[in-house]
Structures are given as C-alpha cells and as structure tokens.
C-alpha cells in the first residue's frame, strides 16, 4: 500500500494529473524494477504478512482506494486518577489522508503504578481507550495547535489519534503531566526529584513551546559553578527503528545511480558483520565498512557514486592481527583513517594510510576502561590538519595525543575521570573547542576544557544515548537514543 501511494505521489507529480487517471501503463513507465535488487539491509526482505488499518476494496483493481477499518477499544486500566479534561478527538483516515474531527471526549490521566500512567478515552462517539504513556506511543505536541498526538495499536493495526483541550489551562496541565509521565516511565526516575529549572528543561524538551523545530529562543540554564548561561531551546522528537542486521541501506532516486561492481558483493555479503559509514565532509568520499573490509566510494560526474578502492582483510601493524572496527572516522584532511574495536578491548586506534591502504600506526590509550568512543579534537579538525583525538571511556574524557613519546598516547593535562559512574556512551565535537559527550543515563555534557567538570550538563530524558553530534554552528547538539521502552 505505501508504495502504491508513493507511485501515486510520482505519477502526480510526472504527468500533473489526478491519480484517478492512473493505468497500469503510466504506472510501468515510472516503476524502477533496480529497486528490488538487493543491496543491503535484511529489512528490504519480504515480511510474513501483517494487517493495515485499512484494506483495498476490490483486490483485483489496481486502484488504492481504501476502506477504513474501526478500532474498538480495549478494556479498562484501575489507577489514580490525576487529570481529566474536555477535548475535541481526531483520528486520522487514511482514506481521507486527513485528521477527521469526531466531537467531544473526556481525556483522563491515571496513575497506574510505579513509573506507570495511563491515558484514557471516553466519549459518545469513540469505544473507550486505555493506553499506557510512554515513549513508543510517539506523542506529538503541537504548540500552535494546543493539540497533543499520538499512536494507538490494536490488533496488529496502528491508528493515530489527536486531542485539543478546550482551553489553554487545560492544555499546559495535560503537557506538563503527560511530559512528566512519560520522563519517569522512560528514566524509572521520579520526576519531583529535580530540581525546577531542570523539570522545566524536561518538559520542554518532550513538549517543546515552539513552531518550528529549530527556534532562536534561549533557555536560561545553570552551568557546574552555577553561573546563568543561555543555551537554546531544545525540541524532542522520538523516532523508533527496529533493530536489523544491516544498518546500511543505500537510498535510490531518480538522480543518483550506484554501480555494482564484483567488489561490492565482498562489501554486502551476507556474512559480514557490522556497518560504519563514513562521509567526507569536503569532498565526495564516502567509505563503508563491513566486517574488516573497507569500500572507498566517490560520487563523480552525473551523480554516479561508484566503488573506487577496496581494501580488504584489514589487519594491524603486525600483519597478523585482523581488525574489525566497531568506530571510525576520517582523520587528516581525508588522508587516513581511525579505526577500533570496542570487543578487542586493546584500546589501540589504528590509523590507515588510504592511499597505501594499510596501518601505519597504532595509538594506545592506557586506562583501565574500555575505550568505547573517539572524536576529531574539533569538528573542523580535518581542515585544520589537526593532530590530536578526543577519547572517552565509560567514566573518563581525554585527548589522545599520538606525538607523546612511550607507548601511551593520553594528554595527561587534558583528562578526567568521574568518580560518580557517568557511563559514556557517544562524544562529538564543535568547530570550535567544545566537546559534547552522552551516556547510557540520557545525560549530555558540555565541555570546554577536558581536564575538569563539564561546563553544563544536560539532564536526562529517559533514554540512553547511543548517537551524537552538534551542529556546524554549535548551537544544537543532535542526538540518537536507543529506546528501551517498547510496545
């Protein structure tokens, strides 16, 4: 069905004509049968069947017109009650392809145990609902509607559903308590336990009060010696991706070909394991790396990313010793490549010539830790022909310097280690000296210097952080979390 209606979507666009003029011809003339080639990701694979929350009417037509399917409500959840407010319900028909108002319901929201909620439905014209509140819900808010969205599964069918209080009072109750309930359901940490600048923070990171997702608006926050400093805001938005065996997928269009060559089929064998890509952020390179096999991918003339050099059975100094990098990066103006392997627990990164295609040096980071992540010193580092990494570990922050004599690489003025267990999980750095690090708490902290406490640290949103980065101008500090709590 979705690809029907992304045909649909192209044939529109391609003849600017209505897609009730469509044939099984037009549809032919537009269909890219490449699509279906494998080359990557087990998720491209056929799935045993599943329901939709609508269905064709007539099978044997080749039209989508759909026929809505009617949810029916589940049975009844016994807790505390908490709130509960006048709203106006929508459910969203994909045969409309649109949000259809129903009329007025009573939106309730009960404490059902421990870190536990639930929100409730009730109205004449809808079966009652009782959801529980958590991050797989997908909630949405929305501040220039006063509308709060979110997903309700039935059935193996997914329905979407949006509420609007009858009043501004009604909404900031409804956003604060549903912003709170799913923080502790995500966390399993009590709400009441920060302090108010940092519920405040929480709450509009879920449910953020702006119209766009990237506003100017500052946020007054208080670093580690408890000097204001102004941060912006940041908006929250939870996407959930199930796990596969292949991270990778390469997207197609209409602009952009790949060309297979023999050597790809070393890359995308089913029997490599674990996916890293690495951009170039001044040219077009491209590497991936599967298994201990690298392909070096460039994009030339007409678009036309194509497989350049592979280097295959990557292995360390010695020539003995396999590597399979688990973290890599391009380092010095895209001429070599930082690699290592998390499993081997060695803390050694290597660095490969690409031009020779080989190891020409290993770095050790002596600590009792793991080294779990690796970050240019600036995000501009590779320009700049700058020498030095930042590290970290489970519960330290470090530069690695490969220009110190003896075997162990880290700065000793340049390093930190928490007593406190902050659990590391993901570095990133700015163009300018900052340094933004997450952990497997869903904290974020921001350096300046790396041989004490963060300047400001970001509290958490439940989950951990398993991805970061910050943006060019150093504004924003996106972030990936691994979700742990799923429906």
Known sequence: IFMAVAYECIYEDE????????????????????????????????????????????????????QYVPFKGN???HGTSLLVIEASF??????????ITIGKILAKVTECGPFKYCLEIHGSYVPSIYQEVNCSMNPVFKYNEKSFSWNYSEDSRIYS????????????????????????????????????????????????????????????????NN????????????????????????????????SESPHDKVLFDEGSLGNIISVSQSSSLLLLTRGNNIGI????????????????????????????PTHAMLFDQDSSYLMFDVNAKNNTVYKMDLKRGQVVEEWKASTEDPLIGICPSSSSGNYNNLNTIVGITSNSIFRIDPRQKGINKISDCDYKKYSSKPEFSAVASSQSKYVAVGSQKGVIRLFDELNTVATITLPPIGDPII?????????????????TNSA
């Open 467 to 483: 991805g970061l980065d910050v943006t060019p101008d150093g504004q924003y500090v996106p972030s990936s979390c691994y979700v």
């Open 227 to 258: 000097n204001s400093v102004s941060i912006s805001s940041l908006s929250y938005k939870s996407v959930h991706v199930k796990k596969s065996d292949s991270g990778v997928c390469l997207a197609y269009d209409n602009k952009i070909e790949v």
């Open 15 to 66: 003849y600017k004509s209505g897609r009730e003029f469509i044939t099984d011809q037009k549809i032919s003339a537009i269909y890219s049968p490449h699509l279906e080639k494998k080359m990557c990701s087990e998720i491209l694979k056929k799935r045993p069947e599943s329901h939709s929350i609508f269905i064709p009417e007539d099978t044997n037509s080749s039209s989508t017109f759909v």
């Open 75 to 77: 049975n009844p959840v």
């Open 297 to 324: 991918y460039s994009q030339g003339f007409g678009q036309k990313i194509s497989l350049s050099q592979l280097i295959q059975d990557v292995r360390a100094l010695d020539h003995k010793s396999p590597i399979f």
């Open 161 to 224: 559903f949006k509420i609007v209080p009858y009043d501004q009072e009604m909404y900031s109750g409804l956003k604060v308590l549903l912003s709170k309930a799913i923080f502790e359901s995500a966390s399993q940490y009590s709400f009441s336990r920060h302090k108010k600048n940092h519920q405040e923070f929480i709450v509009n990171a879920i449910a953020p009060n702006i119209t766009t997702p990237l506003s100017s608006s500052k946020l007054k926050y208080k670093d580690q």
């Open 90 to 99: 929508s459910l969203y028909r994909p045969d409309f392809r649109d949000y």
